[in-house]
Nanobody
Framework: QVQLVESGGGLVQPGGSLRLSCVAS????????MCWFRQVPGKQRKLVAE???????NYLDSVKGRFTISRDNAQKTISLQMKSLKPEDTAVYYC?????????WGQGTQVTVSS
């Protein structure tokens, strides 16, 4: 089992930026793909960005060009740089990791985009 801890959420005005980080601990083996999901009340959790162990990335269409996911395999961390934030980006953001074929989840961090 892997523990994932997110940080960096908060309140930001439209057009602003935030950087989320996720630190993984407790792994004895290589962690596979890592992702950021987000969820708003009453809706399903949605994949925002994914990065493989080789650094191949994939993004939700609505965040392409605004969000950037990055990964440090040595430090077992991923980050999500979010720019030009919009009110519709407001959600709880969750870190996810594939560890030995099992999904691992963080506790989530709230991002609120509002003036």
């Amino acid at each position: 089992q892997v523990q994932l801890v997110e940080s960096g959420g908060g309140l930001v005005q439209p057009g602003g930026s935030l950087r989320l980080s996720c630190v993984a601990s407790g792994s004895r083996f290589t962690i596979g793909a890592m992702c950021w999901f987000r969820q708003v009340p009453g809706k399903q959790r949605k994949l925002v960005a994914e990065i493989t162990t080789r650094g191949i990335t994939n993004y939700l269409d609505s965040v392409k060009g605004r969000f950037t996911i990055s990964r440090d395999n040595a430090q077992k961390t991923i980050s999500l740089q979010m720019k030009s934030l919009k009110p519709e980006d407001t959600a709880v953001y969750y870190c996810n990791a594939d560890y030995l074929g099992v999904d691992q989840w963080g506790q989530g961090t709230q991002v609120t985009v509002s003036s």
